[in-house]
Structures are given as C-alpha cells and as structure tokens.
C-alpha cells in the first residue's frame, strides 16, 4: 500500500450508486478509530482516490478501514493482513 520509495497512501472509493453523493461530513477510520475527513463530491459510478497524508494511518501489517457518513454510521468497511501488503501494490477488496 506504500508507493515504492516512501510516499503517500490512498484509499480509492466507487460510488456505485445511481446518483452522485456529497462527502461532506464523511470520514474514513483506522483500526485504531483515527479520522480523515473527507470532502468533495463523488458522482454516480465514479472512483475518487483519497490521499492519506498521515503517515502510519494504514498500518502496514494490517488494519480495518471504516467509510462513515456524515452521521457517524458505517457505509463499508474493508480489512488486510500483513500478507496482503506489498509496497507500490494496490489491495482489491
């Protein structure tokens, strides 16, 4: 998940809804209940790369990634092993 060399990170959401959906308010959690927010807007059937600039907010030997709304509740959630992790790899839930 760590780009060859060091770097940034990114979550990469699909929308696949019908319509288009307004992040504002939305945040992504780490096992460790750690927030990023996000923002903008996602249109229906699109993808939306997130830039997580917080070094170490996915653990590289394994985490839980939360999407929740703008009410706090969980929309999806995702979890990796260590195994899964190979730097400059995407994994593919």
């Known amino acids: 998940m760590l ?3 060091g770097g940034n990170e ?3 959401l ?3 809804s019908s319509r288009a959906v307004d992040l504002t308010g939305w945040a992504i959690a780490n096992k460790e209940k750690q927030k990023h927010k996000l923002q903008g807007v996602i249109q229906a059937g699109q993808f939306l790369p ?5 070094p170490g907010f996915l653990r590289d030997k394994d985490d839980i990634i939360t999407l929740l709304n703008q009410n706090g509740l969980k929309i999806a959630g995702v979890s990796y ?4 992790v190979k730097p400059s790899w995407t994994i593919l839930f």
């Open 81 to 84: 092993t260590k195994h899964q």
């Open 3 to 5: 780009p060859e060399g």
């Open 10 to 12: 990114t979550v990469t």
């Open 50 to 54: 997130v830039p997580i600039t917080n």
């Open 14 to 16: 699909l929308n696949a």
